[in-house]
């Protein structure tokens, strides 16, 4: 049977680590993806505003088909920023895609927007996004925290405070799975009715506290009264699912379009035009290659199952900030 990791994040999956950089008066920062060898890797965009870099790239069809690091960041376009100051770290490292005489790291971005977020003090001169890219590089590692910290600093989801979180599964077949995802909704991650986690069926082991209990109430289908306010690109929910399984670029391309559907089980509604949700999925097997469609299917039904349980995870994690209320204030849980 199927169990989290020993940390249960993703970086449980082999050769997989994060680091997190902040800017506490901005109220923003970044969370790296840093793969200690290269990986194979595609993305896929559901959301109605994205903010994006290097995507194109991602096509099973284009030339490039692994990465060094993935990079979801804070601060809207300016965020993409981010991604610079990873690639000078890589450099430094001597990681990067050969071209002649050149290697050239590849670092596939999202952007998630928090520049409206309250309390926020706008930055003097350059943004500060090429540094906390740097800094969230140099800090990469195994352990990471959830809640307000990274990409997920100024994040909302629906009416309550977003956040980073991330999930892991260990597969009977020995492979493993993982998922981190930066939630910055339109979307409402719980019932309006009760603040009841929309996935909580899906919870493992010590994922998140115990919820109200079920409801037979039945919702309006229109009740949108715990998503966030309707303004157009100013939410996002960004996230990476990884495994250590050997899958080419397509497979990658079909692992990442599985998980989105734990995006729409953990948030509702989800992919809206007010969104720019992403999913980027990365293969850390030293070989590509194509795996059984059976076994590629339950890896994308692990990975949906990751990204419901990171979604969740990070919420719970989340503390109020801005007079946002965080999950457990709403329900007054201990933490």
């Known amino acids: 049977m199927a169990k989290p990791g020993p940390r249960n994040l993703i970086t449980d999956v082999p050769g997989v680590l994060v680091g997190q950089a902040e800017d506490a008066a901005g109220i923003t920062g970044t969370t790296v993806i840093f793969v200690e060898a290269p990986a194979t890797a595609a993305v896929d965009v559901r959301g109605g505003a994205p ?20 990079v979801l960041s804070g601060g809207s376009a300016f965020g993409l920023e981010a991604a610079g100051g990873v690639m000078e770290g890589l450099a430094a490292m001597g990681r990067g895609f050969q071209v002649r005489n050149v290697r050239v790291p590849i670092v596939p ?83 309006p009715d009760n603040g009841r986690l929309w996935a909580a069926e899906l919870t493992l082991a010590d994922d998140v506290p115990s919820q109200p209990p079920s409801s037979e109430r039945q919702l309006d289908p229109e009740d949108f009264s715990a998503c966030a306010a309707p303004v157009a690109g100013a939410n996002t929910t960004i996230a990476v699912v990884a495994t250590d399984a050997a899958l ?39 070989e590509a290659s194509a795996i059984d469609p059976l076994r590629l299917a339950r890896l994308g039904q692990a990975a949906a199952n990751c990204l419901a349980r990171a979604i969740m995870r990070g919420v719970v994690a989340a503390e109020p900030l801005g007079g946002l209320p965080s999950w457990r204030s709403m329900l007054q849980r201990p933490i």
């Open 109 to 191: 971005a999202a952007i998630l927007f928090d520049l409206a977020f309250p309390g926020r003090r706008a930055w003097e001169g350059e943004p500060p996004y090429r540094r906390l890219g740097c800094d969230a590089l140099a800090r990469a590692g195994g352990a990471f925290a959830l809640g307000n910290a990274g990409a997920g600093l100024g994040a909302k989801a629906g009416r309550l405070k977003g956040g980073v979180g991330s999930a892991s599964l260990r597969l009977a077949d020995g492979a493993t799975v993982g998922a981190l995802v930066a939630v910055n909704s339109w979307g409402s991650v719980v019932r």
């Open 248 to 286: 080419d670029k397509s497979q990658c391309r079909r692992l990442a379009i599985m998980a989105q559907d734990g995006l729409a089980q953990a948030i509702r509604p989800a992919h809206t035009p007010f969104d720019g949700d992403i999913v980027f999925a990365l293969s850390t097997a030293a």
């Open 51 to 70: 903010g994006s870099r290097e995507t194109e790239l991602l096509d099973p069809v284009a030339l490039v088909s692994r990465v060094d690091a993935v």
